[in-house]
């Protein structure tokens, strides 16, 4: 029944309450592109692609005509076939509210609390909560967040997300607030308290404020939409294009049929494992079977062998039916169900989870899927049906491998799936270990099963699957045969254990890596399982057998976050403030609602200009190569391609000195464009690309540091700083230790990834860029270059950005490039926004960095001298390796006085993505040196850390190692804050009596302090521009250089301009940065963008005010507008200009002296964690900040911006790993891969404190730029961990003076806790064989 045979149906359903009828609807037709393309729905993002990071979310509505129910869900747009849409009401953001009509509570809150930063995540948030709140009006604190786990936010460390959410959960949440027994949500602790002469205040925002929820005000889903499902019920759809047809029958019989007929035709149900393999342009299904309607797969029936659910039922129902059928069985038929629970609670995001069915999981068979081990080994069965009838087979272990005798045949469908009830003398467990807690898929997986002769331990039947290890589960069937009949012994253990690692066996080269810890988990699940079955087994027959001891009990459970709660102290303004001045108040971001209300407008988000063309790039797939030729003549086949663009087409500078826009005679990485092919459309573009054929000769690469070294390739001269007398140093300490630190780079992973619009306009070549950069100026400069036009014919214009952390500095000039130069030679605008893995496989990211130190200290702890060798990976281009490098060496003493001290750093060229400016520039990676030299001399003195801090800090006035005078009070002031506010002492003995109980679980806290040099160490990169214009009615326009990457930094501007000029907030707006407003912007970055272009705007302000003086002292009383219209009657000019020439900052690398840097920031933070020595997995218990801010312009902002900051440290030191195959192609490109903190990350108490009192005559209203410093703090969790494996070792007698490279993963965590089960498996000898991935640092 394809196309031919029938004319197509009309594809029916409603987006926002509004009836949308398509009546050519494509198969392939994703629901994300159909609603930003065709509706002009632009509040839905694009983040991803693959269902990873919620940003396309949007609540889907369906009614079941023979339940008579309306299910409400979240789903990830990008995923969605639209022709699974029909007679389904989907909500957008847009849908949830706006500006224009009305405001919705969820985005009201948000927006109130502070929850949106760059707001590229926001609409998604809004989504999932409105999702939930549409099914659960008053839900739990555990289902918000479960809520969110889908959702990733790279800015705002979802700390405020979550506070914002709270308000809607039935429980009060409380922050406890241990040391001072009172809440947050006690009144006195909201409001303002005095100590020493200054207010102190706690909170952000006043809930008292917020919206009441109306439920009333939603949509209802719409009626007619009830009567097609009532009526369509038996009627077959189709939907067609040229080259698929998408069937969705309405009856088994005929589902059967059309299986028969179409054999190969995929079942599409939720479309998240099909739809995953959505990129080849070549590869597509001719016809798709849509199931969903099908009575028979939707079935759930309780009956005397178990439950009976629907193949097509969602993963999510199957958790409620769960837990909605558990507490009614016996609880010894429910274990399997119990252990599909838990699998459940922490599989996907609650997006996934709604859209995945349960037949579309078994089936596709995926290695880490993680339900299928525990069905099998749970003896599950299949309905089978076919159209030559039905019949049942075992969902075992060899249907999962696939085994034709076992498997399904192509005319088959799973109708359904019945889980048996387990037995009273038979156990079931669950286990995975993810890189991330949730939304990640597991490293390992396992089910587990025995089932003992009655009353006995002796083993009758045993099944162990595995997933995570080979293409799909695996079975240990022959040790689970040999095994039957033994006792549940530790005997049987170690033969489980041996027979196990024997039969399944991961080679050394194993796709994915991580070999030696995957097969360490296989053996550690055995042993949580074999313990758990012990517990039972006393549990049942407690005079037989023996309970467990403390320490074993401590193998048993995961660990599991709890609901985040957070405090925040901060200075309040004068009281004699006015009111009206919003200087040093927590005010809203600027665009806060309308990033929650979709209406915050990015650069993808601009409509379709007339003409426009879609772009994509062809990357170099070698290392280091020559390009031999290009043949672009089958792209140009490719219909819808108009044209195709190499280097020969710039008119003008391929690029700047360093790099090139287009590679021309070589490639000096993977990922490098080398050409571009236009098309009407993304689709046309990329198949294009994927046409073009590229003939390379193979050079020899460089990628790691060690080749770097070996091969003398630098990309600079290497940097020097010496201070005392190095060899006196060493001479004169008490010892002298070696070591090594490795650390691994970081993805920026911005949410809104590179984009620009290129539009030339119709006269005298002059061109509009809209892009997503901090550096328009660099933008223009290049495009006009690469054009060969003068700078004054290239207008560059941005709005706001969706995240940039310094990755967005240099290379989106590039990107314009490409783009401009393909504009210039087809004449049409043309749009260039990368996919999320084609923008992690061109950029670089944070360097990758290896140090070496040697260091001479006392038996005191006093260090005496230190030598340290910091190396960094810049990758293939200088890019900013050059300024990371002089930052490493300038910033590497932290809080310490090394008396004697030489840095030497080398910025090393390999052929890998040039690595770029990353928030921190360097700091975070000297910082985690420095402290690893801290530790490795109080692990060799036995001294306490922070002893050894203490001692080694900065104290008074002081000298850094380039000679800058500095004072240290406030140093010291947020170390003891930090100390009283965490109870450092008091936990830290907690922590040891924990760790003294428990075996294979261990806690550590850590206590940082930090010294952070704020801005660059040269004037011109600090100067600014500013244009402020008072049109007549009063109203005022303010426009700097700087740009909005989230940080605030236009609602700092207004604050300012409100003070400077007396008026009100409304009064003031800011539209857009532009170089045709303000030229020559310096990039915004180095934590310094917002006080500069602040300078600039008090500067402009400052002008005008004083214009107007004479009119003011004629009218002192009149008002603003009067003034205004008085000043223009005399002819007095309401435009101004103000310029900030910039800090006064030098550094001689010739002297070695200078003012390297504008001021310090300080601050101090203590971690605890608790890690599970088996898994390797880690929680963040509490972390306590106190940061030297100084007086905050916006403790919202500077908060969230500490907040942010330290989350996404969290990344780098403990979860962010990209992985390099051995010829250097990056194999982390998506967030599948690549794992960014989530809502589970962040620590379960977090509590920011700004220390009051605090003066900074250098910035603006003596704030501080606070953009950065928090990331360094992140390094807590790090020694927090580092504490917790030494506890572990130290208990097992391991040497205490280990290495542990960063990031601190589940792998590294598990290795260093070594045992006798990483004793126990094989070890593979490196250099025997091929890695997956090599280190790069
Ligand atoms: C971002 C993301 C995160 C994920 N995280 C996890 C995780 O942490 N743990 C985990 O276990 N899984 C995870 N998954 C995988 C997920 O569980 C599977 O993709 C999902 O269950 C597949 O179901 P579906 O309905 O979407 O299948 P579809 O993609 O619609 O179909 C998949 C295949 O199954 C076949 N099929 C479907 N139903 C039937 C049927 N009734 N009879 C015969 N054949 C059928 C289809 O023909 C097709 O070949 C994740 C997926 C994504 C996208
Ligand atoms: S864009 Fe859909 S989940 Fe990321
Ligand atoms: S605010 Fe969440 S990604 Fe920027």
């Avoid at 359903?13 to 159909?34: H, S, T, W």
């Avoid at 097509?312 to 609880?331: N, S, V, Y």
Wanted: net charge positive; hydrophobic share 35%.
């Amino acid at each position: 029944m394809a196309c031919h045979d029938k004319q197509p149906d009309d594809l029916v359903f409603f987006v926002n309450g509004k009836k949308v009828i398509e009546r050519q609807a494509d198969p392939e037709e994703l629901l994300l592109y159909y609603l930003r393309k065709e509706l002009r729905l632009s509040g839905t993002k694009y983040g991803c692609g693959v269902g990873g990071c919620g940003a396309c979310t949007v609540m889907l509505s369906t009614y079941d005509p023979v339940a008579k129910k309306i299910r409400h869900h979240p789903a990830n747009s990008c995923l969605l076939p639209i022709c699974s849409l029909h007679g389904a009401a989907v909500t957008t953001v847009e849908g949830v509210g706006s500006i224009k009509d009305r405001i919705n509570p969820i985005q009201e809150r948000l927006a109130k609390c502070h929850g949106s930063q760059c707001g590229f995540c926001t609409p998604g948030m809004v989504m999932s909560i409105y999702a939930l709140l549409r099914s659960h009006v008053k839900p739990s604190m555990e289902q918000i967040i479960s809520a969110l786990d889908g959702n990733l936010c790279r800015c705002t460390g979802y700390r405020p997300i979550i506070d914002s959410y709270a308000s809607f959960a039935k429980e009060q949440t409380c922050c406890q607030l241990r040391g001072t027994g009172k809440c947050c949500l006690d009144q006195e602790e909201l409001g303002c308290s005095s100590s020493a002469g200054v207010r102190i205040r706690s909170g952000l925002c006043n809930p008292a404020e917020f919206l009441p929820v109306d439920p009333t005000q939603e949509f209802i889903f719409p009626p007619e939409l009830m009567r097609m499902a009532q009526e369509q019920q038996r009627k077959t759809l189709i939907f067609c294009s040229k080259r698929t047809t998408w069937i969705s029958p309405s009856s088994l019989k005929e589902l059967l049929e059309l299986k028969a007929k179409y054999p190969k035709a995929p079942l599409v149900v939720g479309n998240t494992s099909l739809g995953l393999n959505k990129n080849d342009c070549d590869a597509y299904h001719p016809i798709i079977l849509h199931p969903l309607r099908i009575p028979e797969m939707q079935v759930v029936s309780i009956t005397d062998d178990g439950i009976v659910i629907g193949a097509a039922c969602c993963l999510a129902q199957l958790r409620e039916i769960l837990l909605e059928t558990i507490p009614k069985l016996p609880e010894e038929k429910t274990k399997i169900y119990q252990a599909l629970l838990q699998q459940l609670r922490t599989l996907a995001g609650e997006q996934i989870r709604s859209m995945a069915s349960l037949g579309g999981h078994i089936v596709s068979r995926g290695s880490a899927w993680d339900l299928n081990p525990i069905l099998s080994a749970g003896k599950s069965v299949l309905n089978l049906a076919s159209d030559g009838g039905k019949r049942q087979i075992f969902l075992n272990d060899q249907f999962l491998a696939g085994h034709k005798h076992a498997d399904i045949e192509p005319k088959e469908v799973v109708v359904s799936v019945l889980i048996p009830y387990s037995t009273k003398d038979e156990f079931i467990s669950a286990f995975r270990q993810a890189d991330r807690q949730k939304n990640a898929f597991s490293v390992v997986n396992a089910g587990l099963r025995v089932l003992f002769r009655p009353g006995t331990d002796t083993i009758v039947d045993l099944s162990i699957l595995y997933g995570g290890i080979g293409s799909t589960t695996l079975s240990a069937r022959k040790s689970c045969e040999k095994l039957i009949g033994r006792q549940w012994n530790d005997q049987m253990l170690s033969e489980a254990c041996k027979l196990v690692l024997e039969e399944i066996s991961l080679p050394p080269s194993a796709s994915g890596g991580k070999v030696e810890y995957r097969r360490t988990l296989l053996v550690s699940f055995l042993f949580r399982f074999y313990l758990e079955v012990l517990r039972g087994l006393h549990q049942m027959y407690p005079f037989r057998y023996a309970e467990l001891s403390q320490d074993k009990m401590s193998a048993l459970g995961m660990l599991q976050s709890g609901v985040p709660q957070g405090v925040q102290v901060y200075q309040d303004v004068d009281p004699g403030q006015s009111p009206q001045d919003p200087v040093g108040r927590p005010i809203m971001h600027q665009s806060g609602i309308k990033h929650t209300t979709g209406e915050a407008i990015y650069i993808d988000d601009i409509r379709p200009v007339d003409g426009e063309l879609s772009l994509a790039v062809v990357t170099s797939i070698k290392a280091h190569a020559k390009i031999k030729s290009i043949d672009i003549s089958e792209a140009l086949q490719v219909p819808g391609v108009i044209n195709v663009v190499t280097a020969k087409d710039v008119p003008g500078k391929n690029g700047n000195d360093e790099e090139e826009a287009f590679a021309k005679d070589k490639v000096i990485c993977v990922g490098q464009i080398i050409c571009a092919v236009v098309a009407e459309t993304l689709t046309q573009a990329k198949c294009g690309a994927k046409k073009v054929k590229i003939v390379y000769e193979d050079l020899q690469p460089v990628l790691t540091i060690k080749d770097a070294i070996k091969h003398n390739s630098y990309i600079t001269k290497e940097r020097k700083l010496e201070k005392g007398d190095i060899e006196k140093g060493f001479k004169s300490a008490d010892k002298i230790i070696e070591g090594e630190l490795h650390m691994g780079g970081q993805e920026h992973f911005y949410l809104e990834t590179n984009s620009v619009l290129v539009i030339p306009r119709m006269e005298d070549k002059e061109m509009d860029v809209y892009v997503s950069t901090q550096h328009a100026t660099d933008v223009q400069k290049l495009v006009a270059s690469a054009l060969n036009l003068q700078s004054n014919k290239i207008m560059c214009h941005t709005k706001r950005v969706g995240g940039a952390f310094g990755g967005k500095i240099t290379k989106p000039s590039f990107f314009a490039v490409i783009a401009a130069v393909a504009a210039n030679k087809t004449g049409r605008p043309i749009r260039f926004a990368l996919e999320r893995d084609m923008d992690m496989l061109i950029t670089g990211g944070r360097h990758p960095f290896f140090g070496k130190y040697k260091v001479g200290f006392m038996k005191d702890g006093r260090i005496m001298a230190a030598d340290f060798q910091c190396y960094i990976n810049g990758g293939c281009t200088k890019d900013e390796s050059e300024l990371v490098i002089e930052y490493i060496v300038l910033k590497v003493d932290n809080a310490y006085n090394i008396p004697n001290l030489r840095v030497r750093g080398h910025a090393c060229k390999t052929n890998l993505p040039s690595n770029t400016a990353f928030r921190g520039f360097g700091f975070p990676q000297a910082g985690l040196f420095v402290e690893t030299c801290i530790v490795a001399v109080a692990t060799k003195t036995g001294l306490p850390h922070e002893k050894v801090r203490e001692i080694n800090m900065y104290k008074g006035v002081n000298r850094t190692a380039f000679k800058e005078e500095f004072d240290a009070e406030n140093l010291w002031k947020c170390w003891k804050e930090c100390l009283v506010k965490s109870d450092y002492h008091s936990r830290n003995a907690k922590v040891e009596e924990f760790n003294r109980k428990n075996y294979w679980k261990k806690k550590g806290i850590a206590i940082i302090p930090m010294k952070f040099s704020v801005g660059f160490n040269a004037t011109y990169f600090h100067q600014a521009g500013a244009l402020v214009h008072i049109y007549l009615d009063g109203s005022v326009l303010v426009t700097h250089g700087g740009i909005e990457l989230g940080q605030g930094i236009h609602t700092k501007m207004l604050q300012i301009a409100s003070r400077e000029l007396r008026i009100p907030l409304s009064y003031i707006h800011f539209c857009e940065t532009s170089s045709t407003t303000v030229p020559n912007g310096k990039y915004t970055a180095g934590s310094v963008g917002t006080e500069i272009n602040a300078r600039a705007v008090q500067d402009a302000c400052q002008i005008l005010w004083k214009r107007l003086d004479p009119i003011r002292r004629k009218n002192p009383k009149g008002k603003w507008e009067d003034w205004i219209s008085e000043a223009h009657k005399k002819s007095i000019s309401l435009s101004a200009t103000g310029y900030f020439k910039g800090y006064v900052t030098n550094m001689n690398w010739e002297t070695k002296k200078g003012h390297a840097f504008p001021y310090f920031l300080y601050g101090a933070a203590c971690s605890e964690v608790e890690i599970d020595c088996l898994t390797g997995a880690h929680k963040n218990i509490r972390t306590d900040i106190v940061m030297d801010a100084s007086f905050s312009i916006n403790p919202a902002i500077d908060i969230g911006q500490i907040e942010g900051a330290f989350i996404q440290g969290v990344g780098l030191y403990t979860l962010e790993e990209i992985y390099f195959s051995p010829e250097g192609e990056q194999l982390t490109l998506s967030p599948d891969t690549y794992k960014i903190p989530a809502v589970c990350d962040i620590p379960e108490q977090f509590h920011v404190y700004l220390l009051p009192n605090s003066c900074n005559s250098i910035a603006i209203y003596s704030s501080k730029g606070v953009g950065e410093a928090g990331f360094f703090l992140s390094s807590s969790v790090f020694f927090a961990i580092r504490d917790a494996v030494a506890a572990a070792r130290k208990e097992r007698g391991l040497p205490l003076d280990f290495t542990l490279n960063s990031p601190l993963t589940v792998e590294r965590i598990r290795m260093a806790c070594d045992d006798i089960f990483t004793k126990m498996i094989p070890k593979d000898k490196p250099g025997t064989y091929k890695p997956w991935a090599i280190d790069i640092s």
